[in-house]
């Protein structure tokens, strides 16, 4: 992939508002830091890192064309709240838009909010890296902080049961893949 992550982030700058433009330059900060810990491809992660975020503000209109059209994207996320929505359709815009061809970055912007079974170190390392950016205040995520600089599992692991349990405790549905990737933790 030829794209650096400087020019990965100008591409990003203009569709997101400021406080997400800075939110995702923490994510790419946190996620080298993680890379570099657990041995994964810093480019790898440079680039979804910074393209995480691509399509959190297009419309949910053409988010929910993305879904009910492309076959590749689960048409139960329909079901579920539209924040979900930007990791699987902008990984799909990107690889139009940008070329963005290589499935590992595919892969870890797709389930950069929901997790998954099976990720693979390249999608944890994002998956936390969003989480855990230090512009990040709510409960519970000083432990997590702490746990990813001693196992990036039990890191990712806490991470899910945070997000499960305050979906339950609100009252939200919890998408599948979430539970999926929590009990592939365990």
């Not at 709240?81 to 359709?89: C, M, S, Y």
Request: glycine content about 4%.
């Amino acid at each position: 992939m030829n794209l650096t992550r400087n020019e990965a982030l100008t591409y990003v700058e203009p569709h997101l508002k400021r406080s997400r433009y800075e939110h995702t330059v923490r994510v790419v900060e946190q996620a080298v830091d993680l890379a570099k810990k657990y041995d994964v491809d810093v480019k790898l992660v440079e680039i979804a890192a910074a393209l995480h975020d691509y399509a959190k503000y297009k419309p949910l209109e053409e988010m929910e064309r993305w879904i009910k059209t492309d076959r590749r994207l689960p048409k139960d996320l329909l079901d579920y709240h539209h924040e979900l929505w930007h990791g699987p359709v902008g990984a799909l815009m990107l690889e139009k838009e940008l070329g963005i061809s290589d499935a590992a970055v595919i892969s870890a912007i797709t389930c950069h909010t929901t997790g998954k079974k099976h990720m693979s170190t390249l999608d944890k390392v994002v998956f936390l890296a969003d989480y855990i950016e230090p512009g990040r205040d709510f409960p519970g995520v000083d432990e997590v902080r702490e746990l990813a600089n001693k196992n990036l599992d039990d890191a990712c692991r806490l991470a899910l049961k945070n997000t499960i349990l305050f979906l339950v405790e609100k009252g939200r549905t919890v998408y599948p893949d979430t539970f999926h990737a929590y009990n592939d933790f365990i």
